[in-house]
């Protein structure tokens, strides 16, 4: 059974650009988080999909945005990117919540 | 809000030493409870959960935590570690029914084993 997988890997950005970041899930599973690992801030939860729809959203600012499309990947995107976005992101999916959480290998950004 | 303080940032041990690392939440809730492990340069791996019934759980790797709900604490312990157990764990807790369905992740502890 094929994991979380997240693509790209390694992503470059300058400062000011978009960002689009894209994750599948494990098949069967519904929903997709986001979560962001950044240098001395640790893990903070971004996003939440659920069936298409955004169920639950961190303490990002709006330029962080997403969606999940009916195949039950999804998309993160970052506008306007800022130094401090630097991070790696981390995508998990879930068939239900008591069954825990998978984490794909994550794409780590880089905006220079 | 739920909070997760994992007690040691680092720890330091020798290889074939016992290990144990340290977690205790916030919350008046019921919670589940998860510890994952994070290899350099690589996403996080499930070690085990705690959902309910037996305190003791045991997980992948020869892990295993005990939930304690009065001292709302879930320690990581194994017998003996090896070389490849050097990582960075995460202790992670999940408000049951919350309809938030987010981990609230505490600042992880950097387990590193010596010859």
């Known amino acids: 059974e094929a994991g979380v997988t997240q693509s790209p890997t390694h992503l470059i950005k300058t400062r000011g650009q978009q960002a689009t970041l894209r994750c599948s899930p494990i098949?069967?599973?519904?929903?997709v988080y986001w979560y962001q690992q950044a240098l001395g801030l640790g893990l903070q939860f971004l996003l939440w999909?659920?069936?298409?729809?955004?169920?639950n959203r961190g303490n990002f600012p709006p330029r962080f945005s997403g969606r999940q499309f009916p195949n039950y990947s999804s998309e993160l995107n970052v506008n306007a990117l800022e130094l401090e976005d630097s991070a790696l992101y981390l995508c998990?999916?879930?068939?239900?919540?008591?069954?825990?959480?998978?984490f794909g290998s994550g794409t780590r950004l880089t905006v220079v | 809000a739920q909070s997760v303080t994992q007690l040691d940032s680092q720890v330091p041990v020798f290889e074939e030493a016992p290990v144990e690392l340290r977690c205790n939440y916030s919350?008046?809730?019921?919670?589940?409870l998860f510890w994952y492990v994070q290899y350099p340069n690589q996403g996080l791996q499930l070690l085990l959960k705690?959902?309910?019934?037996?305190?003791l759980v045991k997980g992948i790797n020869g892990f295993e935590a005990e939930f304690n709900k009065s001292q709302t604490s879930f320690h990581l312990r194994k017998p003996s570690v090896h070389i490849s157990d050097t990582a960075e764990y995460f202790c992670?807790?999940?408000?049951?029914?919350?309809?938030?369905?987010?981990?609230?992740f505490g600042q992880g502890t950097r387990l590193t084993i010596n010859p």
């Open positions: 999909y659920d069936e298409g729809e955004e169920r």
């Open positions: 705690y959902l309910s019934g037996s305190t």
């Open positions: 992670a807790v999940s408000v049951i029914g919350s309809g938030a369905q987010k981990l609230v």
């Open positions: 919350s008046s809730v019921s919670v589940y």
């Open positions: 998990a999916s879930s068939l239900a919540e008591v069954y825990g959480y998978t």
């Open positions: 098949s069967g599973h519904t929903s």
